[in-house]
């Protein structure tokens, strides 16, 4: 987010933004080609009643200056609607972290040029999946591992056949990771004895998780020592769909849509 150190007007948009442009539209599910490589960008001036009942919610003391927290809900609708060009739901998307940098205050009374725009996702494919599981995850975790994505505390392992992977299992999971815990996963009360999917490993396992081979996955590490694993309790299963016949089977159990 741009912000400038006085009005300032971005080629081809409007001084006074529509109201829908400030909180944008809902959150479709994808529906680009790949992942959207231009720019954004919305004028917006601060409603003062909004702001009044931001400050009033999140704690603020109500000042002429812009909490510095408050320009990110301005551009939040401007990320969605970025986010609906790429070709993946933005519901359901991991947030890892928000990273604010204030170089000076925000006053009450400015019209702020807010742009967003899509930086980071990078693919990364295995070339060599013939070696297993394991060369998969090594891969991942090499590139988690690179400065640029630094401080992160852990990694959220997620398979790629199961389908019916719900997002409360997954907040479930990012709750139960907290310090000294190693590794998390949940138990799913239909399959109590099989290792259960997503795993949350912390980023200290991460340099011993290359030395694994094959198809073996982080339940080897559960088994190494010193390892703190937390289970969580779910509901409901996870299937994997590996083959036409699971598909079916699933889809059968799903019904006419």
């Not at 790629?160 to 139960?176: H, K, N, W, Y």
Request: proline share 11%; hydrophobic share 40%.
């Amino acid at each position: 987010m741009r912000v400038p150190s006085r009005r300032a007007t971005a080629p081809g948009v409007p001084a006074a933004a529509p109201e829908r442009w400030l909180y944008g539209p809902s959150p479709l599910p994808g529906r680009g080609s790949g992942l959207p490589e231009d720019t954004l960008w919305r004028e917006v001036s601060v409603d003062p009643t909004h702001l009044a009942h931001y400050a009033h919610v999140c704690g603020f003391t109500l000042r002429d200056e812009l909490p510095p927290t408050y320009p990110h809900v301005l551009a939040f609708g401007l990320q969605m609607e970025l986010l609906a060009r790429a070709p993946f739901s933005a519901v359901g998307v991991v947030h890892i972290a928000n990273r604010i940098v204030q170089h000076r205050p925000i006053l009450l009374g400015e019209t702020l040029a807010l742009s967003a725009s899509v930086r980071g996702f990078e693919p990364h494919r295995n070339s060599r999946p013939v070696l297993g599981m394991a060369s998969s995850l090594r891969l991942g975790l090499n590139a988690l591992a690179a400065e640029r994505w630094q401080p992160l505390d852990g990694a959220l392992i997620v398979m790629g056949d199961q389908p019916l992977l719900r997002v409360e299992v997954i907040e479930s999971l990012v709750l139960a990771f907290e310090p000294p815990v190693d590794v998390v996963r949940p138990c799913y009360s239909a399959e109590p004895e099989a290792p259960g999917h997503p795993v949350i490993v912390h980023r200290r396992l991460w340099a011993r998780a290359r030395s694994l081979t094959g198809d073996h996955g982080f339940r080897a590490i559960e088994t190494w020592s010193e390892v703190r694993l937390e289970t969580i309790a779910v509901e409901g299963t996870n299937p994997d769909i590996d083959t036409p016949e699971d598909l079916a089977r699933l889809e059968e159990q799903a019904g006419p849509e």
